[in-house]
């Protein structure tokens, strides 16, 4: 069974496929910690036929905007064999990472990718079995909406072509339901107002490098204080505002972790970004922060 964050992190590492430092920092992580993992001292365990099950689902769900199929990039599959390949050896049911940044250029597939984590946690997850609460979050409504809307066009290509999946579940304007388990994904913002029972065992957080304040980020870890399984994902572009939270919390922090300056086991992070200013006007370097361009019917040599 090919293990496909190994094979991406060994190919960016030597070289056979290019990457900005911090990706390389990344796929370095992984292959330290894959090692690190055989000891008994290292609380964590890589699961390989767990990761390629998820990759599999995200591989069978439609893109909203053709309704078709199609395999994920190899760096998309390195970020999902991450968020779901690793687990606790204390308790192989708990996740490792408990938050991951995802930061890339406009048009690489962050939110289409992150909406194919919020239907797998929808229609698959199990850790709860019930009543998982989804929100596609971000600083306004319309950005919210989003993911929430991909999320839905998705589920509902699904439910035309499978019965199982259109009895057991419901789609509304602003709710999408599993009438099997009591979960849901509902769209989040400064303007929704209050929800009741807030609890976000998945909460993501969109173009977060537009939000001014750390608001919705506090509001996510709140209401997960009492959850032991919930996951944060962050997604953004680099954006021009720098005295953002974006770029005086979680960039720098995310940076840190990486760069081995700080220890945070259960932080993913995945930064996509040119390395100089020269290499803005280098096509071959492009793909540094615009990773799709892997995909060969998209190089643009």
Not at 16 to 28: F, M, N, S
Not at 134 to 163: G, P
Request: proline share 4%.
């Amino acid at each position: 069974m090919i293990n496909y964050a190994k094979d991406y992190a060994e190919k960016v590492v030597n070289g056979e496929r290019i990457a900005g430092k911090k990706v390389i920092l990344a796929a370095k992580r992984y292959l330290n910690d894959l090692k690190k993992a055989e000891k008994d001292d290292f609380p964590y365990f890589y699961d390989n036929e767990r990761a390629n099950k998820v990759i599999k689902f995200m591989e069978i769900l439609p893109d909203p905007k053709t309704m078709q199929s199609y395999p994920l990039a190899d760096f998309q599959r390195f970020i999902i064999a991450n968020m779901y390949g690793w687990w606790r050896k204390d308790e192989p049911n708990k996740r490792r990472f408990r938050k991951g940044m995802l930061s890339m250029a406009r048009k690489n597939g962050k939110s289409i990718l992150i909406s194919g984590i919020a239907l797998y946690e929808f229609l698959m997850g199990n850790s709860p079995a019930y009543s998982r609460q989804i929100f596609c979050t971000a600083n306004d409504k319309k950005q919210a909406n989003i993911v929430f809307n991909m999320v839905k066009k998705r589920l509902n290509a699904l439910r035309s072509r499978d019965l199982e999946t259109k009895r057991g579940t419901k789609v509304n304007r602003d709710l999408i339901s599993n009438l099997d388990d009591y979960s849901y994904v509902r769209s989040l913002s400064k303007e929704t107002g209050t929800v009741d029972g807030f609890e976000p065992h998945i909460g993501i957080l969109d173009e977060y490098a537009a939000s001014k304040t750390t608001e919705m980020m506090e509001l996510l870890e709140s209401g997960q204080a009492l959850l032991d399984n919930s996951l944060i994902m962050i997604i953004s572009t680099a954006g021009f505002d720098l005295n953002v939270p974006m770029h005086t919390i979680e960039y720098p922090y995310a940076t840190k972790i990486l760069k081995g300056e700080v220890t945070d086991d259960n932080y993913f992070a995945f930064i996509a970004e040119q390395d100089n200013v020269a290499e803005v006007d280098d096509k071959s370097m492009w793909i540094k922060s615009n990773p799709i361009l892997s995909v060969p019917e998209l190089n643009l040599e």
